[in-house]
């Protein structure tokens, strides 16, 4: 009842009852239960052609999830509802050692737990950069110098005594987008998502399941080589994926051509990017000429990844989708799907504007209520 509720925002019991072919009986049982839970309300009635109008159900709103986004320049907090609603935020600039930025997310999780009560899930979900091990809460290998096994969960359930979920940012927006996104990623069975970042991260999910790998390194086709040979050695693969296609390439070649050595300065990739694709909107030929060779590189490394896996929904998140109608065209010229019109691929671009991956943070403490349906663990509800 509550995945179809955190799919569908209103629904009646004879919705529930004909979508999971329970009797209505058993679903208003069951909704009575919810209800009590706080995790279910009504809101108001439907419209009804003939006979008494039902009630409207959809997840209770009040009921909120903490969680925060490391990312390497920005780390950002908020606060989530049921389906996925960012209710409030906050971002501070990201230390430098692991330690220090995990304790000012602790003390604003301590300051939001103070103020939401029991409205609040308890526990955090953390989505970090890089290698993570989910099963652990370990930061294996993450994208800042020195931020190598890094067991978050440890530092931070000693600091606020609450569970802790720790995932990695492509994998936590990967599950915002299943989750919270359109029907038709919902209905996918091998669903692919692409942040386009500082490098290039993919997160796949099989069949309704994140794909983590042996190792918890599923996904990083960013180190797959698709050119004889790149640009810069940034990278530990020369001709990679992320080598030819990231924001900081997206910087270095509209540096190239358009003789702004700004755009190729260190720092805050995406925030330079972000102005790059604003210059393509506007028309800026350099701009256009750069994101689109970007853009076509992107293609060639999805195109391998979807006749690989046999995805059927891509969704690409990241600044270069701010002109999509630029990158779009070109992007699905890689995939090479006019020989078999049969095979049809749902590109699109996210539709959280860059929060993708903090959603999913916030919405980890969920993660067993959705599962089981059971609401022990909610914050000031008794059982």
Partial sequence: MLQLLRHNEHMSRADLARQSGLSEGTVSRMMTDLISDALVCEDGAENSTGGRPGRRLQLEPKRVAIGAEIQNWETRVAACTMRGRVVESRRFRTPASAEETLELIADTFKDCRRRLGADRVPGIGISARGIVNSDRGLLVHG??????????????????????????????????????????????????????????????????????????????????????????????????????????????????????????????TFARARRIVQAAVDGDR??????????????????????GLDVDV??????????????????????????????????????????????????????????????????????
């Fill in 143 to 268: 994208n800042r110098p020195g931020w190598v096994q890094v067991p978050i969960r440890k530092i931070l359930e000693t600091k606020i005594q609450e569970p802790v979920y720790v995932e990695n940012n492509v994998r936590a927006a990967a599950l915002a987008e299943y989750n919270y996104g359109s029907a038709e990623v919902y209905a996918s069975r091998v669903f692919l998502l692409v942040k386009v970042d500082e490098g290039i991260g993919m997160a796949i999910i099989l069949e309704g399941q994140l794909h983590y790998g042996p190792r918890m390194a599923a996904g990083e086709f960013g180190e797959m080589v698709i050119a004889t040979s790149g640009s810069a050695g940034r990278r530990d693969r020369s001709g990679c994926l992320e080598e030819l296609s990231s924001n900081p390439a997206l910087c270095e070649r509209y540096a190239a051509v358009s003789e702004d050595r700004r755009s190729s300065a260190s720092g805050d």
């Fill in 314 to 383: 891509v969704v690409i998140d990241g600044a270069i989708t701010d002109a999509w109608h630029l990158i779009e065209p070109v992007i699905r010229k890689q995939l090479h799907m006019e020989s078999q019109p049969e095979i049809n691929v749902l590109l699109r671009p996210s539709g959280f504007g860059g929060d993708a991956a903090l959603i999913g943070a916030a919405t980890l403490p969920f993660s067993s209520v959705f599962a089981t349906g059971r609401s022990h663990q909610l914050a000031g509800v008794a059982k």
């Fill in 286 to 307: 350099a701009a256009v000429d750069s994101l689109t060779e970007t853009a076509g590189w992107l293609g060639i490394g999805i195109s391998n990844v979807v006749w």
